[in-house]
């Protein structure tokens, strides 16, 4: 469907954006956020010297939480 082309796309640039900042030096770690269908898509996008820096995944849709919630979620999943 349009949609499914949309996501993917969309996977493959964040999947290119982190793997230029990956190159750069700019994180040696990465945690990553999102509502499991969608992780699932982002994760087959991403190159592999850029997935073996994710850490445990957060698989929770958080996009219209709050910073203050995000930041609790975050800690609550980083705890465990």
Do not use: M, N, Y
């Not at 992780?39 to 219209?64: C, G, W, Y």
């Amino acid at each position: 469907t349009p949609h499914q082309h949309d996501c993917s796309r969309f996977a493959r640039d964040i999947a290119e954006f982190l793997r230029a900042e990956h190159a750069a030096g700019r994180f040696d770690r990465l945690q990553l956020v999102a509502a499991p269908d969608w992780l699932s898509e982002l994760r087959q996008a991403l190159p592999e010297v850029v997935r073996r820096t994710v850490t445990e995944p957060l698989q929770k849709s958080l996009a219209k939480a709050s910073t203050d919630e995000l930041l609790r979620q975050l800690k609550a999943h980083a705890a465990h």
